[in-house]
Structure formats: C-alpha cells, structure tokens
Nanobody
Framework: QVQLVESGGGLVQAGDSLRLSCAASGRTFSSYAMGWFRQAPGKERDFVAAIRWIGGGTYYADSVKGRFTISRDFAKNTVYLQMNSLKPEDTAVYYC???????????????????WGQGTQVTVSS
C-alpha cells in the first residue's frame, strides 16, 4: 500500500500563490499516477490535476488550467501542486490521491484512485 501525506495549505488572498506537497511512502513503485482533488463544504470531491508517475503526462480540470501546475520529484517520492492566481472559489480541502490498479489515461473520478491523504485546507479570501 501507499501512504500519502499532504502539506502546504493555508489562508491566502485572491491573486496569491501556494504550493501543496504530497509525500508518498510504502509501495510507491506500484504507482501509475498521482492526483489532486478538492472538496468544498457541501460539495462533491472534484478532480483538479493528475500526473503519470512514469512519463510525466499531466491532466487538469478546466477550472485550473493555466493557473495550477502539477509536478513530481522521483527522488523524494513527492508530487507538488503549484497554485497561482488563486481565487475565492479555489477554497476547499485539497486531497492527494494515488492510482495503483492500472495505467492512468486521465480518469477524473475519485473512485479511479486507490489511496488518499488526509487533506489540507486552502482558503482564499477576496
């Protein structure tokens, strides 16, 4: 199994930037992709971005394209989410997830991922 720990959330103003980190441990060699989702109060958990562990192909939700960048560091078994030009509507708990069952082709539903971190709060004030 893979264990995930997120960090980097916080309270920022609109237009600011934040970088989230997700450190993976355990059977990381079994990872096909890692992704970020977010969940605002009273709403479903939505896809934000994902990256193939091998090859580095990236996928983004339309709402964050051009503002967010996902990247990975093999040596540190860590995935990052650089968030720029933050908006109040980006406020949510952000969760890191890993897909270990099979090759990733851009699936964006939470049930397509196999393990989750505990989440980190991002709050953007207007």
């Amino acid at each position: 199994q893979v264990q995930l720990v997120e960090s980097g959330g916080g309270l920022v103003q609109a237009g600011d930037s934040l970088r989230l980190s997700c450190a993976a441990s355990g059977r990381t060699f079994s990872s096909y992709a890692m992704g970020w989702f977010r969940q605002a109060p009273g709403k479903e958990r939505d896809f934000v971005a994902a990256i193939r562990w091998i090859g580095g192909g990236t996928y983004y939700a339309d709402s964050v394209k051009g503002r967010f960048t996902i990247s990975r560091d093999f040596a540190k078994n860590t995935v990052y989410l650089q968030m720029n030009s933050l908006k109040p509507e980006d406020t949510a708990v952000y969760y890191c997830a890993v897909r270990t069952r099979s090759i990733y082709y851009g699936q964006a539903r939470p049930h397509e991922f196999d393990a989750w971190g505990q989440g980190t709060q991002v709050t953007v004030s207007s």
